[in-house]
């Protein structure tokens, strides 16, 4: 039977002959249709995926030289745009709409071999912690089924989770990669803002998103970085700078690192006790492997929160407005008297509650007589965070925290206020605020047997640093 562990193993079988693309994709598809009770794709692309195996099969066979990511099969998020498929960002408004261009990420995926076999569940435009607001169904964690696997991206984190494919793309906003991997107990990266070219990724707050990798294991994940990340003439947001082999650096010793955690994160009063003293052991096995681990102040971390949903929800409400029903996507059946009118049923009956609060919210920070008690006001709280994390970075090698105060939480339960739901955003947005790269590592396990997480985030464009480290911890 198909085994995956990794991309160099399943390499090494493949040449072997020990197993083929052909009978990987199989495999996958195989496992997606015993699981569809998770609900993690809304589609699979298995006619596809097969001939695709098949002629890299062949090529192989051939003697052709292989792809970096030959015959890896992947699923991806419906946020993001593969032409010809459909791409609907789990919402009613773009229902029946199909890519009509290929993100950059997945122009790279193809060229380096890799098999796209579908398109993953997720919260409605990329804005949720639970995957619960999908107009499609909530997604189920594969570790217990009446838990959520966390979001926006859940469906990516349990088709790693639960073998439907090898890695995932999502996207990562706030926390959308790293939350969803710290439920399912994944490995989750968000590369820094500017990392991965984010042309054909459907906008949510586009100062803060980013593509994202879900893996089993960190080689993998810096191996696909490698593949995606770097210059795009289609996005000038990306940094130019050289993109590192990082999957050539993951066996080189580890030398001690100068590592910074916030107190305040530590003594949160939302933070799980049990997760909290999960962590402090960490820090202490860390310490005796070497390294120095140090406490410092974080004043504003009450702030972090606020501020996220503040920008974000700005940014939102400018970039949903493009779905008004017009030249794709939802156009609504009602008789309407004007223009204006046709763009309100047409938004409020494919737009779902989460979206329509945040397009509401967005609008409110932004107009006239609030523009700077908001909007302007969460800029300069911003910009301060930026300093402060330079600083901090000038000092350390990484900070480390956990990735979300709780582990996943019964589908259903959550419902009561928005307000709760964001509050547990609280460790993860504040990369997205200052650009840096995080990453959820899947150490730890609660006593009520669900995973979690370690976060560890480097600065800026620092990933291969991130990865080496991140791998010497999956390891030991
Ligand atoms: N939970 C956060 C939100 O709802 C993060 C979302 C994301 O990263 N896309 O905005």
Excluded: W
């Excluded at 072997?16 to 990987?24: W, Y």
């Excluded at 140090?294 to 939102?316: K, Q, R, S």
């Excluded at 911003?382 to 582990?407: E, G, H, M, W």
């Excluded at 995080?438 to 370690?454: D, E, V």
């Amino acid at each position: 039977m198909f085994c995956y562990t990794d991309i160099k193993t399943y390499h090494g079988q493949l040449m072997t002959g020990a197993t083929t693309c052909v009978q990987a994709v199989q495999f996958y598809l195989n496992q997606i249709r015993q699981h569809q009770d998770l609900n993690a794709y809304l589609e699979i692309f298995a006619d596809e995926a097969l001939e695709i195996a098949n002629t890299l099969d062949a090529e192989r066979l051939q003697g052709k030289p292989i792809g970096p990511l030959h015959g890896v099969v992947v699923g991806i998020k419906d946020v993001i745009a593969y032409k010809g498929h459909a791409l609907s960002a789990a919402s009613k408004i773009l229902e029946n709409y199909k890519a009509v261009y290929s993100a950059t990420a997945i122009e790279k995926l193809i060229a380096a071999g890799a098999i796209i076999i579908g398109r993953q569940n997720c919260d409605e435009f990329a804005m949720g912690s639970s995957n619960e607001n999908s107009a499609f169904g909530p997604v189920k964690n594969a570790a217990d089924h009446e838990r959520v696997p966390g979001g926006s991206s859940g469906g990516s984190a349990v088709a790693v989770q639960a073998n439907l494919c090898m890695v995932s793309l999502g996207s990562d906003t706030g926390g959308s990669v790293r939350q969803p991997a710290d439920f399912c107990g994944v490995v989750g990266l968000k590369p820094s803002y500017g990392r991965i070219s984010r042309y054909g990724l459907i906008a949510y707050a586009s100062s803060f998103d980013q593509i994202g990798i879900f893996s089993k294991n960190v080689a993998d994940a810096a191996l696909v970085l490698e593949v995606i990340a770097g210059e795009d003439a289609m996005d000038s947001t990306v940094a130019s700078v050289a993109v590192p082999a990082y999957s050539q650096l993951m066996q080189a010793p580890m030398a001690p690192k100068k590592i910074a955690y916030f107190k305040e994160t530590l003594s949160h009063p939302g933070l799980d006790p049990e997760i909290k003293s999960q962590i402090e052991n960490h820090i202490s096995i860390l310490t005796a492997a070497g390294h120095c681990v140090e406490a410092i102040n974080f004043d504003l971390l009450n702030f972090v929160v606020p501020t996220y949903y503040v920008l974000t929800t700005a940014e939102a409400s400018s970039n949903l407005s493009r779905y008004d029903g017009i030249r794709f996507g939802h156009r609504t059946k009602e008789k309407v008297e004007d223009l204006a009118d046709m763009y309100k049923f047409s938004r409020t009956e494919g737009f779902g509650a989460e979206v329509q609060r945040r397009i509401l919210l967005g609008t409110f920070v932004l107009s006239a007589g609030y523009f700077d008690a908001y909007f302007t006001k969460a800029q300069q709280v911003r910009q301060k965070l930026v300093d402060f994390t330079n600083q901090v970075f000038k000092a350390y090698d990484f900070i480390i925290s956990p990735t979300v105060p709780t582990t996943a939480f019964k589908i259903g339960t959550k419902h009561a206020t928005a307000t709760e739901i964001f509050l547990a955003d609280i460790y993860t947005v504040y990369a997205n605020l200052v650009g840096v790269p995080g990453i959820s590592l899947p150490l730890f396990k609660h006593s009520n047997g669900m995973p979690f997480g370690l976060q560890v985030m480097s600065a800026s464009m620092e990933e291969a640093a991130l990865l080496h480290f991140s791998n010497s911890l999956m390891k030991a």
